[in-house]
């Protein structure tokens, strides 16, 4: 199984990133996949999660309203739409599947909002 994110990278506050996940190498057809980050000198924190059917988490107030998970209608793909960033926004940006009970993660991507 291999998770991959791409999307990341420099923003200025305000602006707009989207990013995307891919997840390959399995066949189950339930499944949920989710974005975390990991600010500089925080814990990794979940930002949203979506199902295989399309059931999504609550967002956590710092993103409610700005951040927006959809998934690709056939592929275990996933993407994160993020408006209006803060430079509180930079961080690596993780992808994690979990199927059967087993997490897998992507390397991550780094997002950095900054003027």
């Known amino acids: 199984v291999q998770v991959v994110e791409s999307g990341g990278g420099l923003v200025q506050p305000g602006g707009s990133l989207r990013l995307s996940c891919a997840a390959t190498g399995f066949t189950f057809a339930n499944y949920a996949m989710s974005w975390y980050r990991q600010c500089p000198g925080k814990e990794r924190e979940l930002v949203a999660a979506i199902t295989s059917t399309g059931i999504t988490t609550d967002y956590p107030d710092s993103v409610k309203g700005r951040f927006t998970i959809s998934r690709h209608r056939t592929n275990p793909t996933i993407y994160l739409q993020m408006n209006s960033l803060k430079p509180e926004d930079t961080a690596v940006y993780y992808c994690?599947?979990?199927?059967?009970?087993?997490?897998?993660w992507g390397q991550g991507t780094q997002v950095t909002v900054s003027s």
């Open positions: 994690k599947l979990r199927v059967l009970q087993r997490d897998f």
